[in-house]
């Protein structure tokens, strides 16, 4: 199975027109956090095409130091939306140093990673709340739902997902066909934490799960794919965030 990339655009755009009709009004923003990622840069443009660029609030979110954050500053300079940086540093060395000491535990890599994740969300609804009438966009792709290479109650939040149902290579194709600088859609996925890509950490390519997904296809690393398939599940079923599904087929 092979997606229509201009066809799927098209729809994708206009599901995100429609949605905001029906739950907010032509004034209604649209606000996400921008990583430095492929996925939030991509869906800072489909909202863009969508509604506009004074209707898109982007969000900068580093925690303390962010190696690549110049990559989020060019995508929303690039784009020309409204952004503010909202460090998160402070909230999580205070919450880190409160449970620490309460808990008298060591932190575990989960805790390192979900934590900040969560701080974001968190973040991103605060300053919707603030600024009023936003609505928070999920960025998060089909590729990573399905092995949970996700946050509950963080990335994995929002109120509507342009890209949940795509994969992460259909994503990539989306963001050329918008026109978007090919480093930005191009780079290799990472959590900004370890110094590892995503596929260093999930241990096997996009290529390959995209290729199983779409195609059923199962290569060297089936049983690992699999077995994180089948652990995550409880994941997708407890968020069910509005998504697009209008999906056209070659």
């Given at each position: ?27 209604t923003k649209a ?16 909202l863009k095409e ?51 000491s309460k808990l ?147």
């Amino acid at each position: 199975m092979k997606v229509d990339i201009s066809k799927t655009k098209a729809n994708l755009i206009q599901w995100i027109r429609d949605w905001f009709s029906s739950n907010g009004n032509n004034e209604t923003k649209a606000i996400l956090g921008i990583s430095g990622g492929k996925d939030s840069s991509i869906c800072a443009a489909l909202l863009k095409e969508a509604l506009g660029k004074d209707r898109v609030i982007g969000i900068l979110m580093p925690n303390g130091t962010q190696s690549d954050i110049n990559d989020s500053i060019e995508l929303v300079n690039h784009l020309g939306i409204a952004n503010y940086t909202i460090n998160i540093g402070n909230a999580y060395d205070a919450i880190t140093d409160e449970l620490s000491s309460k808990l008298n535990l060591d932190l575990t890599s989960q805790y390192k990673t979900n934590t900040p994740s969560r701080l974001r969300m968190v973040s991103l609804y605060s300053a919707a709340a603030l600024i009023g009438n936003c609505r928070v966009c999920n960025t998060g792709n089909l590729s990573e739902a399905m092995i949970g290479y996700t946050t509950l109650y963080g990335d994995y939040a929002g109120d509507f997902a342009p890209i949940s149902r795509l994969t992460k290579s259909e994503v990539v194709s989306i963001g050329d066909a918008l026109g978007l600088p090919y480093h930005l859609v191009h780079k290799a996925p990472g959590d900004g934490m370890s110094g590892k890509t995503d596929e260093d950490n999930i241990g096997f390519s996009y290529d390959e799960l995209d290729d199983y997904i779409r195609n059923k296809v199962r290569g060297k690393c089936f049983a690992a794919i699999d077995a994180k398939i089948k652990a995550s599940q409880f994941k997708r079923d407890i968020l069910k965030v509005p998504a697009f599904e209008n999906i056209i087929w070659e």
